[in-house]
DNA sequence: AAGCCTGTCAACCGCAAAGTG
DNA sequence: ACACTTTGCGGTTGACAGGCT
């Protein structure tokens, strides 16, 4: 059972979230703001350790969160965006307007990693797999998974730097490529918990101002930043800078910036990303 | 019908970068 | 420059629902 916790959390509340304290912690936000969230539990009068109220906070409760019904669209853009990036899943929601780290890595974990591997792997082994009875199959996938286990433990202790873009790797994105979601209430209406926890009952879909202040190509303090005759300074951003430094919506500008990007990668020369 | 197995997803964890004094 | 705190990240766990035997 799960690891010792990582600070005392003696009389503090675990697991799911009650209504109660959903309600308790978007009230707080509401009048407080974000942030402070080591004292936040505290001063909202939640049972829980502040990276609990994070969490839920930017994950479930906030306005500007879709949740479900993952579109074809989205769908290939998570596949298409992971084989550039890795398990980078905070840079690949944030190409995803309404998405989370979480949602898009739960949803690759147990969707889309699968159909990947399936078709990698469909050309290799599809006469072998046919012939196997079901129990058969699933023994196999056991084993799959405890070699995966086993490799993927394997890897951490011996990986380097040789993958550069696909290595997963914890840790902030530069400053400038921040894009806090926050923002405010004030546009919202109706974005109450419905009773149920985390199943807030009306769907909101809220796009922050500075959205469009970016994609209007300028940055946060509304300098230009991104133009054609600038494309050198994109090409001196590394991979994930330059997907974070560019505006997330529209599907056709997503894969003008998707090829782009991926040019960027295969690109030659001193200025190749992968060099 | 009952028990087992598997898939899904919310929540937890430790780690590391960024921020602060 | 350093130590400490805060925040954000990806990996992992465990409860639960539903399907299968």
Not at 214 to 225: H, K, L, Q, R, W
Request: with cysteine; proline share 4%; hydrophobic share 30%.
């Amino acid at each position: 059972m799960g690891r010792a916790p990582c600070c005392s959390k003696v009389g503090l509340h675990r697991g799911p979230w009650a209504a109660r304290e959903d309600t308790l912690l978007i009230n707080y936000i509401k009048a407080h703001g974000e942030g402070h969230w080591r004292s936040l539990p505290k001063r909202a009068g939640l049972l829980r350790c502040g990276k609990s109220c994070r969490l839920r906070w930017m994950n479930y409760l906030r306005p500007d969160i879709k949740r479900g019904n993952i579109t074809p669209d989205e769908d290939d853009l998570i596949i298409r965006l992971h084989s550039l990036l890795g398990n980078r899943w905070s840079l690949i929601a944030k190409r995803l307007p309404g998405r989370t780290d979480n949602e898009i890595k739960n949803y690759w974990n147990s969707h889309l990693g699968k159909r990947v591997k399936k078709s990698e792997t469909k050309s290799n082994t599809s006469k072998k797999a046919s012939s196997m009875s079901r129990k058969a199959k699933k023994t196999t996938e056991k084993e799959q998974k405890n070699k995966d286990k086993k490799e993927s433990s394997a890897r951490k202790e011996t990986t380097t730097a040789t993958t550069k873009v696909h290595q997963p790797k914890a840790g902030r994105v530069s400053p400038f490529s921040v894009i806090t979601r926050s923002s405010s209430f004030d546009s919202i209406s109706g974005s109450s918990s419905s009773g149920e926890g985390s199943k807030l009952g009306t769907e909101v879909l809220y796009f922050p101002p500075y959205w469009a202040e970016i994609a209007g190509a300028t940055n946060y303090s509304g300098e230009a930043m991104v133009c054609d005759e600038d494309q050198e300074l994109l090409y001196g951003l590394d991979a994930a800078t330059f997907l974070d430094a560019t505006p997330a919506g529209d599907c056709d500008m997503l894969d003008d910036i998707f090829e782009e990007y991926e040019q960027l990668l295969k690109g030659n020369g001193p200025d190749s990303l992968l060099t």
